[in-house]
């Protein structure tokens, strides 16, 4: 992730909020994005399954209540990345994304509904 997208406080940049909220790409594109700016939190993709044993990938965010991050997820809760595939929040800043593999490379306008 290029520094442009963290001032040198390590919060992240309106342009890196801007691009997320405006994503074009696929949803893997816009989970790895994610992810990268989660800097000071934790952003993590694995492998999954559904009760179907469905083959998925998670993204998992965890805040840790750092204002940085919660400025990030509060972005996403406007993008159809979030309608589409979040599948929990929790007490502590931890959000969980379930993506299908089979739209994982899908190409879309993830950001802003």
């Not at 696929?26 to 469905?54: P, V």
């Not at 406007?78 to 979040?86: G, N, S, V």
């Amino acid at each position: 992730m290029s520094r442009d997208y963290y001032t040198e406080d390590g919060y992240p940049t309106e342009e890196a909020l801007e691009r997320l909220c405006n994503f074009e790409g696929t949803a893997g594109g816009m989970a790895e994005y994610i992810a990268a700016l989660m800097k000071n939190g934790s952003g993590r993709i694995d492998h999954s399954s559904d009760a179907w044993n469905r083959p998925r990938k998670k993204l998992t965010l965890i805040t840790m209540g750092w204002s940085g991050c919660e400025s990030v997820i509060g972005a996403l809760h406007d993008t159809l990345f979030h309608f589409a595939f979040w599948e929990l929040s929790a007490r502590g800043g931890l959000f969980v994304y379930q993506i299908p593999d089979g739209l994982w490379g899908s190409e879309s306008k993830w950001g802003k509904v």
